[in-house]
């Protein structure tokens, strides 16, 4: 754990923050080794982590399942939480100081905890997705409440081309008066993706805007897939 704590330390983070505020996402890759990856997918079917199990198909949200990790979560999920916060949290302040509104998102996460827990919000949100062939992830946002961060990281767990085929992460921006922009993605296994919950601010004419963006997974082919999220703000169920 220490390696992969020194390793989000000594990332440079002008060069991911660039990339964040021009493209909505940024990859860090091989922050996990295979070995690790491994363990957390063996998790996936330990019942006394998790506080809920989502059947994707019983709700219309694509085809797979994922299951939300009850508090304490794992000691290794929470240094990451922790560790990428921090940078994050700046990110964060100059897209709300860019938009012109009064959110100031404290650099600490135990203070978003409070202003989550302020608001109903008390469940974690961190979540490990399992996909079969035929499974695939409509399009959406992870909000869970009226207290959000923008942005959240997810970790690659398999490896494409070899556990799975298929599969991509579907990135889609929506800017009023003009077609959407689709990006798919293809981390390798290990790989951590840093992208926007909901929006990105992008600056026009007459200053920043914001343009609408969500999420989602191509249809698996072949294989199985695994992910896990990490999202910073807490759920109220």
């Not at 990859?27 to 690790?36: A, E, Q």
């Not at 992830?137 to 081309?161: E, K, M, R």
Request: hydrophobic share 35%.
């Amino acid at each position: 754990m220490n390696t992969i704590q020194e390793h989000i330390r000594s990332l440079d983070w002008a060069p991911l923050s660039a990339a964040i505020h021009d493209q909505g996402y940024a990859i860090i890759p091989g922050l996990l080794p295979d070995n690790t990856c491994d363990r957390l997918t063996d998790l996936y079917d330990r019942d006394e982590l998790f506080r809920k199990t989502v059947v994707m198909a019983r709700h219309h949200y694509g085809e797979g399942e994922y299951r939300y990790f009850n508090y304490p979560l794992p000691e290794l999920l929470q240094m990451i939480r922790r560790e990428l916060y921090a940078p994050l949290s700046a990110i964060a302040n100059t897209w709300m100081q860019a938009l012109k509104t009064d959110i100031l998102y404290p650099d600490n996460l135990e203070q978003l905890y409070s202003a989550c827990q302020a608001n109903g919000q008390e469940k974690a949100t961190v979540l490990l997705l399992k996909y079969g062939a035929g499974g695939f992830n409509t399009l959406h946002q992870d909000i869970y409440g009226d207290v959000f961060f923008p942005l959240q990281a997810v970790l690659f767990l398999s490896q494409p081309g070899t556990d799975y085929t298929g599969g991509e992460f579907i990135l889609t921006e929506q800017t009023p008066r003009t077609q959407s922009k689709v990006t798919a993605l293809s981390p390798q296994k290990g790989d951590l993706m840093i992208f926007t919950t909901s929006f990105r601010p992008v600056k026009g004419v007459k200053g920043y805007h914001r343009i609408n963006v969500k999420h989602g997974v191509s249809e698996i082919k072949s294989g199985q897939r695994y992910t896990l999220g990490i999202i910073f703000h807490d759920a109220a169920s």
